[in-house]
């Protein structure tokens, strides 16, 4: 059973947007926060935005005012809007489940969904 599965990503040009989706399994979704993550060619995964069970969220500086994070809990599906992309928010972007978000990921990861923000 897939527990997380990110779609959404595509090519951009730079100053658009894009919306990327989690869906998770029911049980993750009902008892995890859950997170995005990114990963860019030759550089370290790196937290973008999380949302608790009681929708608290989180984002990292680089991204507040042009990311935002919401979840559809009838759907249980998480959303990452972005918006104003710039070449550098091109990375792989993965879904992350568990209970210590964002101080620490949890174990359950999606296989990720490419995001490339280029004219």
């Known amino acids: 059973q897939v527990q997380l599965e990110e779609s959404g990503g595509g090519l951009v040009q730079p100053g658009g947007s894009l919306r990327v989706s989690c869906t998770a399994s029911?049980?993750?979704?009902?008892?995890?926060?859950i997170a995005w993550y990114r990963q860019a060619p030759g550089k370290q995964r790196e937290l973008v935005a999380s949302?608790?069970?009681?929708?608290?969220?989180y984002y990292e500086d680089s991204v507040k005012g042009r990311f935002t994070i919401s979840k559809d809990n009838a759907k249980n599906t998480v959303y990452l809007y972005m918006k104003s992309l710039k070449p550098e928010d091109t990375a792989v972007y993965y879904c992350?489940?568990?209970?210590?978000?964002?101080?620490?990921?949890?174990?359950?990861w999606g296989q990720g969904t490419q995001v490339t923000v280029s004219s």
């Open positions: 029911e049980s993750i979704f009902t008892a995890y926060a």
């Open positions: 949302i608790s069970r009681g929708d608290r969220t």
């Open positions: 992350n489940a568990g209970l210590y978000l964002p101080a620490a990921p949890g174990g359950y």
